[in-house]
């Protein structure tokens, strides 16, 4: 799911920087693994950029640079991390259609339809957000995200569709990325799942970091971090990672309980982190094929297990999006219907 940035301070912009992190309570003994799992995701700092950012004398504590990644870390200790100015934007600037929800100088908000990924990456280096967002913006996106991560301060998977906002100007960068730190954004998805989560239903009340609130809110806690095996997917841990923490709501029930429309909200918001606190509960989504495994929809659905069955991406839809504007203080709140394909597939569900 998407990374804001988490728990640090950012300061400076497309001119380079510093980043102030501060060693929480159950971070790893060393310093470049416990400065890996607290610097915000949305920074693009990988472990083995800082361990180059360790060797290269840009990291320091009280004064006095660091260069040992082994270093052991105590609690509370604060390192700052020397940035370099963001390198120039090589990647293209493409004609992309894009559905604009918002803009002004500072920030725009798009509602991105799903098969678009975010940012360039090995095996998607064009036809990104990023590519029409230079297109569209120009010159104007905030540098703070690094080369091809210009504005973004938060992401959504490929195959999810829906709203999210990103900075034109550094101001709005760090403005923003404060919001996403103190998780005072307001963020709600929609999502198909397999199943109906019950209050009710003992093995999930049994589940270690399962439990549900009052109005029967399912709250999932857990630590996430990459699988040990797949890289490109995520895990549920609890010795290490970054923790994690969903609830989820029941809005409609089809077939009784062969499936279930959920508004899931983000209290953190790591790397796939809906689906895979859903698929761990035993209440994956809808066509994801990286988390939901082979389970298919009963045929007591009828039409409804044909379409669900074939939808061929995550049932999984960014519907709302809500922050203080972060140079204005204006409350801005956003909305996205729901696409077609999810619209449709809900509509066969219905109808049994």
Same mark, same amino acid.
């Given at each position: 799911?998407?990374?804001?940035?988490?728990?640090?301070?950012?300061?400076?912009?497309?001119?380079?920087?510093?980043?102030?992190?501060?060693?929480? &309570?159950?971070?790893?003994?060393?310093?470049?693994?416990?400065?890996?799992?607290?610097?915000?995701?949305?920074?693009?700092?990988?472990?083995?950029?800082?361990?180059?950012?360790?060797?290269?004398?840009?990291?320091?504590?009280?004064?006095?640079?660091?260069?040992?990644?082994?270093?052991?870390?105590?609690?509370?200790? #604060?390192?700052?991390?020397?940035?370099?100015? *963001?390198?120039?934007?090589?990647?293209?600037?493409?004609?992309?259609?894009?559905?604009?929800?918002?803009?002004?100088?500072?920030?725009?908000? #798009?509602?991105?339809?799903?098969?678009?990924? !975010?940012? &360039?990456?090995?095996?998607?280096?064009?036809?990104?957000?990023?590519?029409?967002?230079?297109?569209?913006?120009?010159?104007?996106?905030?540098?703070?995200?690094?080369?091809?991560?210009?504005?973004?301060?938060?992401?959504?998977?490929?195959?999810?569709?829906?709203?999210? !906002?990103?900075?034109?100007?550094?101001?709005?960068?760090?403005?923003?990325?404060?919001?996403?730190?103190?998780?005072?954004?307001?963020?709600?998805?929609?999502?198909?799942?397999?199943?109906?989560?019950?209050?009710?239903?003992?093995?999930?009340?049994?589940?270690?970091?399962?439990?549900?609130?009052?109005?029967?809110?399912?709250?999932? *806690?857990?630590?996430?971090?990459?699988?040990?095996?797949?890289?490109?997917?995520?895990?549920?841990?609890?010795?290490?990672?970054?923790?994690?923490?969903?609830?989820?709501?029941?809005?409609?029930?089809?077939?009784?309980?062969?499936?279930?429309?959920?508004?899931?909200?983000?209290?953190?918001?790591?790397?796939?982190?809906?689906?895979?606190?859903?698929?761990?509960?035993?209440?994956?989504?809808?066509?994801?094929?990286?988390?939901?495994?082979?389970?298919?929809?009963?045929?007591?659905?009828?039409?409804?297990?044909?379409?669900?069955?074939?939808?061929?991406?995550?049932?999984?839809?960014?519907?709302?999006?809500?922050?203080?504007?972060?140079?204005?203080?204006?409350?801005?709140?956003?909305?996205? &219907?729901? &696409?077609?394909?999810?619209?449709?597939?809900?509509?066969?569900?219905?109808?049994?």
């Amino acid at each position: 799911m998407d990374g804001p940035f988490e728990d640090d301070d950012v300061a400076g912009g497309g001119g380079g920087g510093t980043l102030s992190v501060t060693i929480g &309570p159950e971070a790893p003994a060393r310093l470049d693994k416990a400065l890996a799992a607290a610097v915000p995701e949305a920074a693009a700092l990988s472990r083995s950029r800082l361990m180059r950012m360790i060797a290269e004398g840009a990291v320091s504590r009280a004064g006095q640079v660091v260069t040992d990644p082994k270093a052991r870390v105590a609690e509370g200790e #604060i390192y700052l991390l020397r940035l370099d100015p *963001a390198a120039e934007v090589e990647t293209r600037a493409e004609a992309i259609t894009l559905s604009v929800v918002w803009e002004d100088a500072d920030l725009i908000v #798009i509602d991105k339809p799903a098969g678009m990924v !975010v940012h &360039p990456a090995p095996g998607s280096p064009s036809g990104t957000l990023v590519n029409a967002l230079l297109h569209h913006c120009g010159d104007t996106l905030s540098g703070i995200g690094g080369e091809r991560r210009p504005g973004i301060v938060h992401r959504i998977d490929k195959d999810t569709s829906g709203l999210l !906002v990103v900075a034109k100007s550094d101001r709005a960068h760090h403005g923003l990325a404060r919001q996403f730190e103190e998780h005072s954004v307001n963020r709600h998805y929609l999502a198909v799942v397999h199943g109906l989560p019950s209050a009710a239903d003992p093995r999930l009340r049994g589940l270690r970091g399962v439990g549900f609130e009052p109005g029967g809110t399912l709250r999932i *806690a857990t630590n996430l971090a990459r699988h040990r095996t797949d890289r490109q997917r995520q895990a549920v841990v609890w010795e290490e990672g970054r923790h994690a923490v969903t609830r989820a709501r029941v809005v409609e029930a089809f077939g009784a309980d062969q499936a279930a429309l959920m508004d899931c909200w983000l209290e953190t918001g790591r790397t796939h982190q809906i689906r895979v606190h859903l698929a761990y509960a035993g209440h994956g989504l809808v066509g994801d094929r990286t988390y939901g495994g082979r389970r298919k929809l009963s045929a007591a659905l009828g039409r409804g297990a044909e379409v669900g069955n074939g939808f061929p991406r995550q049932a999984l839809h960014a519907a709302s999006l809500g922050f203080d504007h972060p140079v204005t203080g204006e409350r801005m709140e956003f909305t996205s &219907p729901l &696409p077609p394909d999810m619209a449709g597939l809900i509509e066969a569900l219905r109808a049994g």
